[in-house]
């Protein structure tokens, strides 16, 4: 069978991703000490329980920051701060525009409510193209689970073969792999371009 959908992970891939600049930017937000922001929102758990379903919207995710950080601006600020590890990459775009159209194109990532809303409101062209937004908290399991593959397949209504998957983390690109997906490790932009001509 040919990989005829094209599915790529969202941060590292689609966007450059930068977790470090989204602590300094929270930590100025919310007017707290960065690593008092890592452990309230990251070493809790809590973004974890965002990527696997536990909050069922953007609002639930917003209200809950709000009562462990005590922060009390508006959502857009908030919105901000929140997805500021993620821009998009001009090359990746480039690379993907002559193939828009070509197959379905999907994105698998594991993210939450809040990046599912505010993401694509924010960066509309980015999106351009992807028919399936396969959010981890919509499957209930984060890659490299077999079971969050299983569930993106199922969406996506493929079989593996069917599949073109990159991501830029080398567990998941094995655990695709052995499920019988065609995977390839992104560490950049040429990495896209070469899978799209294999």
Known sequence: MSARHLVLDLGGVLFRFDHARRLDRLAAEL???RERVDALLWKSGFSADCDTGRYADAAQVRA???ELTGFAGGDERLDAAWCSA???DPRVYEILQPHRGSRPFALFTN???LEEEALPRRY???FEGFGQLLFSHRLGRRKPDPAAFGAALRRLGAEPGEVLFLDDSAAN???ARRLGWTAFRFRGPDDLARALRS
Request: no cysteine.
């Open 124 to 126: 509309p062209a980015a």
């Open 173 to 175: 690109v094995d655990a």
């Open 86 to 88: 993620f821009r998009p």
């Open 111 to 113: 993210n939450g409510p």
């Open 31 to 33: 007017a707290l000490p």
């Open 64 to 66: 809950r920051i709000r």
